[in-house]
């Protein structure tokens, strides 16, 4: 029998890559990557720090690139391929990456009037612009609606679908007002390839409208429009021209179009399955069952576990979310995560470049950290550079570094910022456990679990529990294309799909218990600073000092 | 008339300088420095990075080198200069920097035996290593003794005297016993060049000896035999092997040897004043009143004011010392200082080098960071990387960065790490004023102060205060010259001298008021840092963090 394939599409931070994988093992036949063309590496910055774009140019030439990329490639490198063999496609995005389209679902910043206009283009979802705004949705619902908040952790963040679209609508009426309605990017790609994106063909996956958008069944989809409106009457109005018919991943959001299919060479009217965030693809992807929980470790880190929606589960206070399906049907999907991981790596090597580009780069920081034993440098650092995602859910946290003398090198540093995003990975662990979600065993995926074995041994030894890695080295792609399987009809369903098509290294990361007892010290101290500049019940009240740093420098950045 | 000539002698961390001056208006007529051959730069370091000493070898061919330097330079550059117009020589030092001699005075390291143990050489006034001394001698005095305490700012430091004397006797039996005696750096050089080493011709600067040995006349000069035999009855027999004999800076110790003319060039006989710190001497070159704060910035800083002996004076809690003529006689001599200032930022840019050498030298970061206005960063530092000499006394504190984006810059980090000393700075001025020393105006001298306009604006800004600058730019030898100048009889005294030989620049840095009112808001903060890590009674209490992470550090080391 001729082997059949399945497509993950997946949108990352920098690039576009499409995977191919054989849908009996999730063997990958070909691979390509095109990285975006706009801003500083597909980001679009500015003055202020807080702002992170996208141009979506980048995600459709990303979608034509990378699909008639991998299928020529498979031509040339596959023996006897065919893309008539490629039987679906699944989409997994960054998020939440919110754009404004117009009444077709054309994104609005391909309209030449906001072309250049960072407000028309996709909100990263590292994008802190709307902290302010988070803080008024946050205050609301605690007041109003607090079971909207109980969802997502106690708080809503910055980095998420309505405080963004809240802020566009406040700072940026004249982008707000030409924009019909507002898509993710995990729902504008699947649309886009499968002619959807117009209002009344549209639907959505529950995973971002779930996760970011506090897109609930229970209470009736989006948050109602009482509430929208008392934040702002257009978000009210907004409310009725977004898509409320949501998806899980095993679904299809409908079939290749003629045009995407001329464009790169697959079958038109391939399934192409319902988008979701490359995290809960990811989650897929590693093959995950409940009691694992899965580490997506890239420039930031999504933590995802599963829990059967026919049990009890508590609200676990400061998870990003949890979200009926979001992962699998008839699973909880529970994420939580650190707002930068492998950022905080690459701001020191890209930004500091200590000792300049050759003795500052990631592999030689990497060996010369390696050789250091635990606690020797006297460091300690808060893996906050770009917020807390978890469990903190604060955005206006920054970084901090501790214990520097005149001796202190650059390897040390480094080795202390990964100990750093250890401590808040083990800090997330323990929140899980504290509510009744045990973490049987962790498998870690994404680029830096694959590169760089010197971060898997710290995690190891500073959470006391052995580091699995996923088998694949593209994870979420392997996911997306799991979901693509199954959509294309090669398996019944996402349980055999995965069972089939993932895996993990035989290579596995076991604590050390001597380095291991040392972090148990040093994570006590890391828990007093998280606590004392984190919380207003640490023994620090510190809390002020991060965020009084940040209006004074606001105020500075305006008055220059 | 033909004019005269006076000569400073400067003992720097890294290298010896002779200055000759012109008595009659401290115009310099040549300058020569000799680097230090031995360790790095002239301190030798271990493993352990609180170590830092030196080698007297160093100490002598320093002074061999940069005498016979500048009296051929002299003869070179200045026309008709005969070595006869020098009437005088005066010396400043590092120090605390003690180091143990022998029966005659000779120092042990120059003993083939000794020659190369750390332990026998000079405790540079940076070693940190007997911080668990200076913690029992402050516990003891304490106890016993409080009085001892209130004239070094309520603590006995582990850069100071005994600290050093009792961790040798603890630690290095051998050494301990092998000599007879020790002796600061400042008293061994004028020893040493006018032939007064043996113990019966030896005297001591008063400066030394009551700022870092608890040497005081209201108690009959050094701690009694009881109190040091409750430490280590070895320091009480040590006690009698001490000169028990004081000078002032205008006191000569003696004539220069007809050795060390021979050596240098200079005429056998002109007297070598009583030696005295760096510091001490540097605000004799500015030309100290009382009113006047002198800040000698270099690799670190020391505060000095003077207060008239004839008034009472409060003790002042934190400050490392009030000595009665260790300035100026008449006059209380008040110290206070910071552990590090050049030296932090020395270590970013040696130790870190950002983006290598070319752009993270202290020029290009100085220029980056006179672009960025107060605030703009969003960072705050603590300036401990070296510890906290005052006001909290505590060598047992590190460095502190907070803030970090995934953006922050390398220049961003070299002003938070200025405005980090320049803070510390403010809070010692502020120090002073609670206990009714009245700063009416700032002359800074040293390295830094002469070259880095940006340290000296941001200063300005912080403290709300102008800043001036000492017209030399060596005034520390220059103050040592105006020494030599009095004990040669070129003036009837220092007052006199000081008038007609030191001065400041025109150019003076005045603070701009918006930026003084941004620092306000960001002293505030660093005050609220200062007191949760340095103190028990700060609102933080996170006192501990920083010393549990020495401890885990020095026991990672151990164990390595």
């Keep these: 029998m001729n082997p059949t394939y399945a497509i993950g599409l997946d949108y990352g931070t920098n690039s576009a890559r499409a995977l191919l994988v054989n849908t009996a093992n999730g063997r990958e036949a070909a691979a390509m990557v095109w990285n975006y063309a706009r801003g500083d590496s597909g980001v679009i910055l500015a003055r202020d720090p807080n702002l992170a774009r996208q141009h979506p140019s980048d995600y459709i030439n990303g979608a034509e690139k990378a699909l008639r990329g991998v299928v020529a490639l498979a031509r040339k490198k596959v023996r006897g391929f065919r893309p008539e063999q490629v039987v679906g496609l699944g989409v997994d995005t960054t998020g939440s990456t919110p754009l404004p389209v117009d009444a077709q679902g054309r994104a609005l910043a391909l309209d030449r009037r906001f072309a250049s206009d960072p407000a028309a283009m996709a909100w990263l979802w590292k994008d802190h612009t709307s902290s302010a705004e988070a803080l008024e949705i946050t205050a609301l619902a605690g007041k109003i609606r607090p079971r909207y908040l109980a ?156 829990v059967s929606n026919t049990q009890p589960l508590a609200d676990v206070p400061g998870l990003c979310g949890i979200v009926n399906g979001s992962v699998l049907p008839g699973y909880f999907g529970l994420e939580a995560g650190q707002s930068a991981v492998g950022d905080i790596f690459n701001w020191f090597v890209n930004y500091i470049q200590p000792r300049g580009p050759r003795h500052g780069s990631h592999e030689s920081l990497s060996a010369a950290a390696a050789r250091l034993p635990p606690g020797e440098s006297g460091l300690l650092a808060l893996d906050w550079n770009n917020g807390n995602r978890t469990v903190l859910v604060d955005q206006r946290l920054t970084g901090l570094l501790l214990g520097q003398t005149l001796y202190t090198k650059p390897a040390e540093i480094y080795r202390a910022l990964i100990e750093a995003t250890a401590f808040g990975a083990l800090t997330i662990i323990n929140r899980f456990e504290q509510f009744g979600v045990e973490i049987k065993q962790v498998i870690n995926c994404g680029g830096i679990a694959e590169k760089n074995p010197l971060v898997m041994q710290i995690y190891a030894d500073v959470t006391g529990r052995a580091m699995k890695v996923s088998r694949s080295s593209q994870t979420c792609a392997l996911g997306a294309a799991i979901a693509g399987a199954v959509v294309g009809g090669a398996h019944p369903h996402l349980g055999a799909a995965m069972r089939a098509m993932s895996g993990v290294k035989t290579k596995v990361f076991s604590p050390n218990a001597r380095a291991h007892s040392v972090y148990q010290e040093l994570f006590r101290l890391y828990s007093q600073m998280h606590d004392a500049f984190g919380t207003s019940s640490g023994s620090g009240h510190l809390q002020n000092v991060m965020k009084d740093l940040i209006r004074i420098r606001n105020r500075a950045r305006k008055s220059a």
Excluded at 173 to 181: L, N, R
Aim: aromatic share 8%; with cysteine.
């Design 151 to 306: 969802k997502c952790g106690g708080a809503y963040s910055s980095e998420w679908f309505w405080s963004k679209i809240l802020r566009c609508r406040r700072r940026h009426p004249a982008v707000f007002k030409a924009s019909h309605s507002w898509m993710e990017l995990a729902d504008y790609v699947p649309a886009l390839l499968t002619g959807t994106e117009a209002p009344d063909k549209r639907a959505i996956g529950i995973c971002a409208a779930g996760h970011k958008a506090m897109f609930n069944t229970e209470w009736g989809g989006y948050p109602d429009a009482e509430f929208l409106a008392q934040l702002d009457p257009a978000l009210a109005e907004l409310r009725s021209r977004l898509c409320p018919r949501v998806q899980t991943v095993d679904q299809p959001a409908g079939g290749l179009t003629v045009e995407w299919s001329k464009k790169t060479g697959l079958p038109a009217g391939i399934p192409v399955a319902a988008g979701a965030f490359d995290a809960h693809l990811g989650a897929v992807g590693c093959g995950i069952t409940p009691g694992t929980l899965v580490k997506i470790i890239g420039t930031s880190t999504c933590d995802i576990a599963i």
